[in-house]
T-cell receptor, first 113, second 119 residues
């Protein structure tokens, strides 16, 4: 079972920031938070990941609370092409660990003009 | 650089037939994963190869499914005999793991999927 909880759906106006929350209250100290998205009919696409520090890349920012029990993915200027299902996933890292991703239901983000 | 490719993109077969799906990972990626989404359900992990060895096959639903990765390059997933409930989208992903500055990095890159319909 997925170890994260996300809202089922969200709307966002084009050009505005999209803030997608995720709860992972049972996260362990060695688990990372990953975000993927799936645009209709495509394979899941990696967005960003982090352990405890906030992270930023060309696609998004990831804000992780100090207790690591929740996080927020921020798309700074959402476009219509960002309409997708967004998945928040926690997973253990390690050279001998399986890297399987456990997908939940995700959040369907609808960006509106 | 070419991404993960999967073949075929679509397959329609009858119950009881055999289907073989193929995945070509990104060159140099030792890790290869199979996932699937059946109708109305979440994306589920099937198995994980490291090079040609099965690291984790805990998600394989039953013995009708056989995955191979001979030579550690491309992988095949065979379903024999196919059942109605096997219909869905089968995704393959590949990755390379690294560890630097106390941080593990592993990004799984997914292919476009194979849409399987069993009639």
């Amino acid at each position: 079972d997925a170890k994260t909880t996300q809202p089922t759906s969200m709307d966002c106006a084009e050009g505005r920031a999209a803030n997608l929350p995720c709860n992972h209250s049972t996260i362990s100290g060695n688990e990372y938070v990953y975000w993927y998205r799936q645009i209709h009919s495509q394979g899941p696409q990696y967005i960003i990941h982090g352990l405890k520090n906030n992270e930023t890349n060309e696609m998004a920012s990831l804000i992780i609370t100090e207790d690591r029990k929740s996080s927020t993915l921020i798309l700074p200027h959402a476009t219509l092409r960002d309409t997708a299902v967004y998945y928040c996933i926690v997973r253990v890292h390690g050279s001998s660990n399986t890297g399987k991703l456990i997908f939940g239901q995700g959040t369907t983000l609808q960006v509106k003009p | 650089e070419a991404g993960v490719t999967q073949f075929p993109s679509h397959s329609v077969i009858e119950k009881g037939q055999t289907v073989t799906l193929r995945c070509d990972p990104i060159s140099g990626h030792d890790n290869l994963y199979w996932y699937r989404r059946v109708m109305g359900k979440e994306i589920k992990f099937l198995l994980h190869f490291v090079k040609e060895s099965k690291q984790d096959e805990s998600g394989m639903p039953n013995n009708r499914f056989l995955a191979e990765r001979t030579g550690g390059t491309y992988s095949t997933l065979k379903v024999q005999p196919a059942e109605l409930e096997d219909s869905g989208v089968y995704f393959c992903a590949s990755s390379h793991r690294s560890f630097a500055t106390s941080v593990y990095r592993e990004t799984q890159y997914f292919g476009p999927g194979t849409r399987l319909l069993v009639l």
